[in-house]
């Protein structure tokens, strides 16, 4: 059980390399009058982060796409998002989506 | 009888915006960051670190993608310059979950905004940005329960992987490894239902996902997840214009 210097100091730079990006905007721009623009602009974040992230997350091995090697993820993606549709549950939608992986898992 | 029925309405407003109401809106993001959580304490065990090291990493910087990059500079001997670069741009997009959360907040001081965003995550963003619809703004207690549940739940599940990861080697047999991509795919469909544009959110939906994957043969996975979400926000914002 011990702290490396070495890993120590990346640690703490990397902790403050990560604070300052989830902090600064929050507490600059929430006082300020934004204009226009940009909260239309900020209305469409959420939408488009989380749309980039599940496409990361099914069709891309190190950022590169692999349809082929993600195919059961692809399929499992199916009662995943119908879940969510039909429910509007997140827990619903996470718990439907382990068994289908589980399930296609099994089964393919 | 009508002072009544203000009266809880009132009660249940209050209610939404609690501590207790905030740990429990985290509940159903906690088994999808608990096994990524766990997943991240075996890898970071198997590059050499100690679970002491493992527990202080994710205090300290409590991000997923991040730590699982740092473990493997960290068993390649990356250089402390490198780590923390690396780690700058793989964290760079909360930049953008920040700004877009940032209108929710400004009934509160500097200071308590600074710990509202200290604890700012993908799913924490996700979540929040579904309570906040139809809403001008966000209660503090509301999101400390949600942060800290969330923050919690992460450290308690990267030491565990940190402890047990050498008996369970395989965690992808239990389905497990899908509970963030699920979780994010609840979290995009019930923002995109509530927010009633559906052929605009799906226009930038669809933007952004052909981007993420074409920009990814160009840049690491973290900047084009960046680049897809500037490029196709400001497409729904022009198509927003147009009409």
């Given at each position: 059980m011990e702290i490396r210097w070495d890993i120590l100091l990346a640690?703490?730079?990397?902790?403050?390399?990560?604070?300052?990006?989830?902090?600064?905007?929050?507490?600059?721009?929430?006082?300020?009058?934004?204009?226009?623009?940009?909260?239309?602009?900020?209305?469409?974040?959420?939408?488009?982060v989380m749309a980039a992230l599940i496409a990361q997350e099914l069709f891309t091995t190190d950022g590169k796409v692999h349809i082929l090697q993600h195919y059961i993820e692809i399929l499992a993606a199916i009662p995943t998002?119908?879940?969510?549709?039909?429910?509007?549950?997140l827990l619903g939608t996470v718990v439907v989506g382990i068994l289908s992986l589980m399930v296609l898992r099994f089964v393919l | 009888m009508s002072e009544n029925v203000q009266l809880n309405q009132q009660e249940i407003e209050v209610k939404e915006d609690s501590l207790l109401q905030g740990i429990r809106d985290c509940i159903p993001t906690l088994l999808g960051y608990l096994s990524i959580g766990f997943a991240a304490g075996v890898v970071g065990k198997?590059?050499?670190?100690?679970?002491?090291?493992?527990?202080?990493?994710?205090t300290l910087i409590y991000a997923g993608?991040?730590?699982?990059?740092?473990?493997?500079?960290?068993a390649a001997h990356g250089s402390a310059a490198a780590i923390i670069l690396t780690v700058f741009i793989v964290n760079l997009r909360h930049l953008l979950l920040s700004a877009?959360?940032?209108?929710?907040?400004?009934?509160?001081?500097?200071?308590?905004?600074?710990?509202?965003?200290?604890?700012?995550?993908?799913?924490?963003?996700?979540?929040?940005?579904?309570?906040a619809m139809n809403r001008s703004s966000l209660s503090e207690k509301w999101m400390h329960g949600l942060n800290i549940t969330a923050y919690l739940n992460w450290i308690i599940a990267t030491i565990a992987g940190a402890f047990?990861?050498?008996?369970?080697?395989?965690?992808?047999?239990?389905?497990?490894?899908?509970?963030?991509?699920?979780?994010?795919?609840?979290?995009?469909?019930?923002q995109m239902i509530s927010r009633k544009i559906i052929r605009r959110d799906l226009i930038v939906a669809v933007c952004a996902v052909l981007i993420?994957?074409?920009?990814?043969?160009?840049?690491?996975?973290?900047v084009a997840v960046i680049a897809a979400t500037i490029?196709?926000?400001?497409?729904?914002?022009?198509?927003?214009?147009?009409?």
């Open positions: 640690i703490m730079g990397a902790s403050v390399v990560t604070l300052l990006p989830r902090v600064l905007p929050l507490v600059l721009l929430s006082r300020m009058q934004l204009p226009e623009w940009t909260m239309h602009w900020l209305n469409y974040v959420p939408v488009a998002f119908t879940t969510a549709i039909l429910t509007r549950s | 198997t590059s050499g670190l100690s679970v002491l090291e493992i527990t202080l990493m994710s993608s991040a730590q699982f990059i740092m473990a493997g500079l960290i877009a959360m940032s209108p929710y907040f400004r009934h509160l001081s500097a200071c308590k905004t600074m710990f509202v965003g200290a604890l700012l995550t993908d799913e924490t963003f996700g979540v929040a940005m579904n309570k047990f990861g050498k008996w369970i080697t395989d965690p992808e047999k239990y389905g497990l490894d899908f509970a963030l991509t699920a979780m994010f795919i609840g979290l995009l469909v019930l993420v994957l074409g920009a990814g043969s160009f840049v690491s996975g973290s490029v196709a926000a400001a497409i729904g914002m022009v198509v927003e214009k147009w009409k």
